[in-house]
């Protein structure tokens, strides 16, 4: 003899209506959009990826930048860039420009722009001081230290004419 048991009590029905399908739907899209806006956020508040200031501008005037570099080829100046350690060890950065003859060159006015490429937050432009002829220098101190791009401009009388420009990547220690 065998009994069998049957459940007598009503069953809840477990159907899927409208109202289920439109919470699941704004549940899903709603955790979309907030991890989006996270990621949106931190890619627009860190470095920005762009290496060049005004990059569509010199864009345009790229012709002008090859007669620029034309005039540098001409003049036959030579340039050297280096961080040497200075009075307690404070980093200095220095730059010797000779002419074609390799005599040094004094009388210029040296700038030199410092790029560290995790961000552009650490920019710095400097003014080096002449310290012998053909030698300038400028100090870095309170800088942090890391791989900085550096690019030093002369120019001679106040002019915006660039007459040399050194392009190096250089460790600052």
Known sequence: MSLTMTDTAPRKSRELKGWHVLIIMLGFFGVMFAVNGVFLYYAITSHPGEQVEKSYAQGLNYNDQLE?????????????LGIMAGENQVPVLVAQISDAGEQ????????????RHSTSDADVHLALTPSIRGEYSVSLEG???GDYDVIVTATRGGGEDILF???KRLYLP
């Open 68 to 80: 620029a570099r034309a005039r540098q080829a001409e003049l036959g100046w030579t340039g050297a």
């Open 104 to 115: 040094p060159l004094g009388g210029l006015d040296l700038s030199a722009k410092l790029h």
């Open 143 to 145: 800088l942090p230290a």
């Open 165 to 167: 420009e050194a392009h």
